[in-house]
Nanobody
């Protein structure tokens, strides 16, 4: 059974940082690209960043503007999203996703507010 377990969300002030983690199980993590998406209030779900199985050719959405970093540790079956200089518009539910599949995590809430 494929499972994606996200953690690390919460409330942070503007300019602050959070690191999201997603632990995968029930599939071959090493062989799969992983992505982070988000859904902001009133908006459609959008891609934040993706990282292929090799860790090369990482893709970021324009809005990350160098503030976010996606990485993976295949030894821990974990993909990370380091988010720095957070802004109120980054408030959203963030989802972990296995690329090219229909598997999604349950989502984790990030709120950026003073």
């Amino acid at each position: 059974q494929v499972q994606l377990a996200e953690s690390g969300g919460g409330l942070v002030q503007p300019g602050g940082s959070l690191r999201l983690s997603c632990v995968g199980s029930g599939f071959s993590f090493d062989d799969n690209g992983m992505s982070w998406y988000r859904r902001s209030p009133g908006k459609a779900r959008e891609l934040v960043a993706s990282i292929p199985w090799s860790g090369r050719n990482i893709n970021y959405a324009d809005f990350t503007r160098g503030r976010f970093t996606i990485s993976r540790d295949n030894t821990k079956s974990t993909v990370y999203l380091q988010m720095d200089d957070l802004k109120p518009e980054d408030t959203a539910v963030y989802y972990c996703h296995i690329m090219d599949t229909t598997y999604w995590g349950q989502g984790i809430r990030v709120t950026v507010s003073s």
